[in-house]
């Protein structure tokens, strides 16, 4: 019988793991957003509808959520996700996924020749990205 070691070994580690591409992190970004927007829309429909109608404005949250899934049933608190998934697979995910990328461009390549300024025009170079592409979605929201 031999003796087991109790020391652990990582599976992946920064030194032996690739770094994901481009594709795969705007895909990461995107599926991320589009799972997490599928768990929040009943939040931003309920929103809307108080926002827009007095009526259900003095429901407020709870209320508004009754009356919407007793007369409309629980599935119209999904009402515009798809509009929703395109917004958040166009938008977030080049904001996310393009933001590494846009780092490497302006510079970014070690901790010395990282400044604030740098990852701020990075960060704003992926957002104004991001939001070219996700305007349209975002009106049909």
């Not at 009754?66 to 904001?95: F, M, Q």
């Not at 070690?110 to 592409?133: D, N, V, W």
Request: aromatic fraction near 8%; charged fraction near 15%.
């Amino acid at each position: 019988m031999t003796k087991q070691s109790n020391k652990s070994t990582p599976l992946a580690t920064a030194a032996n793991a690739a770094a994901p591409g481009l594709l795969q992190q705007v895909g990461m970004a995107g599926t991320a957003a589009v799972i997490t927007v599928t768990f929040i829309h009943p939040i931003d429909v309920i929103k809307t509808r108080i926002q827009i109608s007095p009526e259900y404005g003095a429901l407020g949250m709870p209320g508004t959520f009754k009356r919407i899934a007793a007369n409309e049933g629980i599935t119209a608190l999904w009402k515009g996700v798809n509009a929703a998934w395109l917004r958040e697979s166009s938008y977030t995910s080049l904001r996310l996924g393009l933001y590494e990328p846009c780092k490497v461009a302006f510079g970014c390549t070690t901790p010395e020749t990282t400044t604030f300024i740098k990852k701020f025009a990075a960060g704003s170079a992926a957002g104004a990205i991001g939001s070219l592409a996700g305007n349209p979605f975002d009106v049909l929201k």
